[in-house]
């Protein structure tokens, strides 16, 4: 028995008819009747009756077809994995992200990706911006992505995805339900920011933005995590500027509303070293690619 013989018999067994079998495979009728007759003969079973007009599997036929696509399936994966590990897709990868990728497509890109390339062990790490910059010029991190203007040398990087930021308010709020907010309207309220430490990008712009509005803000609580400055938001304790996908996110108490005349977005940077051999690396990097538009939530936008 032999795969090409698998093969053949699953093509028949599922058209169930010698002439577009044959051509499905791209081969003439008589080859394929000797392949047939060779696999009966290797599994000792009919595993066809046929006549001028139908062909149909014998039981012993349908009991091989369950087996005959799991064989298959299996020297398929054996393949991938010698192919994986000569092609240096075997071993394990370090990716990091902040906590707004869970909502921006990540866990699909991964999914995807795994499925690929099962000999390879994907590591997930969630963490800032800041410890991802540090951890990729270390190379403890192979692939990051991150939310920061400020990329250093020697870090190459590919915008993910670009999203405005928006208000976020308590449902009882007197704003919640209006159209969009002008950000002098929340002049002397109590913000909840995501903390400097972690995010120093986006914690002094939301500054910066509030000073443009004429105020200065008026600090209530600085959280590790966006999703933790929205939950805070969501009992009635502040307001917030947050990213929009935060909204696919968010408990029960927390709305969304749109900034009028706001016009800076919230980026998401995928981040790996230049020139680095590492063919795990730059096969996820493609595939997060090829995923703009389609696993992420944003249409794809150009490479910086």
């Known amino acids: 028995m032999e795969f090409r013989h698998l093969r053949y018999f699953l093509a028949l067994a599922e058209e169930l008819h010698f002439g577009r079998a044959a051509q499905r495979l791209a081969i003439s009728q008589p080859p394929l009747s000797t392949n047939i007759q060779q696999l009966e003969a290797s599994v000792g079973a009919r595993l066809f009756t046929r006549n001028s007009k139908t062909v149909q599997l014998t039981q012993a036929g349908q009991a091989l077809v369950p087996r005959a696509r799991a064989l298959l399936e299996q020297a398929a994966?054996?393949?991938?994995?010698?192919?994986?590990?000569?092609?240096?897709?075997?071993?394990?990868?370090?990716?990091?992200?902040?906590?707004?990728?869970?909502?921006?497509?990540?866990?699909?890109?991964?999914?995807?990706?795994?499925q690929r390339h099962p000999a390879l062990r994907l590591t997930l790490r969630e963490l800032s911006s800041s410890e991802q910059l540090l951890e990729l010029m270390h190379e403890r991190l192979d692939v990051g992505f991150v939310h920061a203007t400020r990329v250093p040398a020697g870090l190459s990087r590919v915008l993910v995805a670009r999203q405005p930021l928006v208000a976020c308010l308590g449902v009882g709020h007197a704003l919640a339900r209006a159209h969009r907010v002008r950000l002098k309207d929340l002049a002397g309220e109590p913000f909840a920011l995501v903390s400097r430490v972690v995010s120093p990008d986006y914690h002094d712009r939301i500054i910066a933005l509030c000073r443009e509005a004429g105020f200065d803000v008026r600090i209530h609580c600085e959280m590790r995590h966006w999703l933790s400055v929205v939950s805070l938001v969501a009992q009635g304790m502040g307001v917030a500027l947050v990213p929009q996908s935060l909204a696919s996110a968010a408990p029960p108490g927390?709305?969304?509303?749109?900034?009028?005349?706001?016009?800076?977005?919230?980026?998401?940077?995928?981040?790996?070293?230049?020139?680095?051999?590492?063919?795990?690396?730059?096969?996820?990097?493609?595939?997060?690619?090829?995923?703009?538009?389609?696993v992420f939530t944003n249409p794809r936008l150009p490479i910086a």
Do not use: I, K, N
């Not at 590990?85 to 699909?108: N, W």
């Open 77 to 114: 994966q054996a393949a991938r994995l010698a192919r994986d590990v000569s092609e240096g897709m075997a071993g394990s990868l370090q990716v990091g992200f902040v906590g707004t990728m869970l909502t921006c497509g990540l866990p699909a890109l991964v999914q995807r990706f795994q």
């Open 254 to 294: 927390a709305v969304f509303v749109p900034l009028e005349g706001v016009m800076d977005s919230y980026d998401t940077w995928c981040l790996s070293r230049e020139g680095r051999d590492h063919a795990a690396m730059r096969a996820f990097v493609e595939a997060m690619r090829d995923s703009q538009g389609d």
